[in-house]
């Protein structure tokens, strides 16, 4: 999978700074929504997701440029936490929403042991 990124994006074609600037653009969106959102805790875990997307493309864009697959490996390490992390946020949703009607920060609290 990883080999069709080296043939669809080389360093000639789109320059390093323009790809950088694309995953500084998602990372920004992503933590602009994590601060911004005051109750929905879906629109957390997107943006999270978000955020791990923009790191793990840096990691990409990093591993093309310098001809390395080392940066193709932490990306895959990024996509698994990702995942883990998503898993773990989704059952939390599941069990919030299961105690109250809505699902919001205050009723995450209700959820301590």
């Keep these: 999978m990883f080999f069709l990124i080296y043939s669809f994006l080389?360093?000639?074609q789109i320059?390093?700074?323009v790809l950088l600037n694309f995953s500084f653009l998602l990372f920004s969106i992503g933590l602009v929504?994590?601060?911004v959102n005051k109750q929905n805790?879906?629109?957390l875990l997107v943006c999270?997701?978000?955020m791990f997307f923009a790191i793990s493309l840096n990691f990409i864009f990093f591993s093309i440029y310098l001809y390395?697959?080392?940066?193709q490996l932490f990306c895959l390490l990024v996509v698994t936490s990702a995942a883990a992390e998503t898993a773990i946020g989704l059952s939390l949703l599941v069990t919030a929403?299961?105690?109250s009607d809505e699902v919001t920060y205050d009723s995450l609290i209700t959820l301590r042991g």
């Design 97 to 99: 929403s299961r105690v």
């Design 68 to 71: 390395n697959f080392l940066g």
């Design 48 to 50: 999270i997701e978000l």
């Design 10 to 12: 080389t360093v000639n």
């Design 33 to 35: 929504g994590i601060v």
């Design 41 to 43: 805790f879906l629109i």
């Design 15 to 17: 320059p390093l700074i």
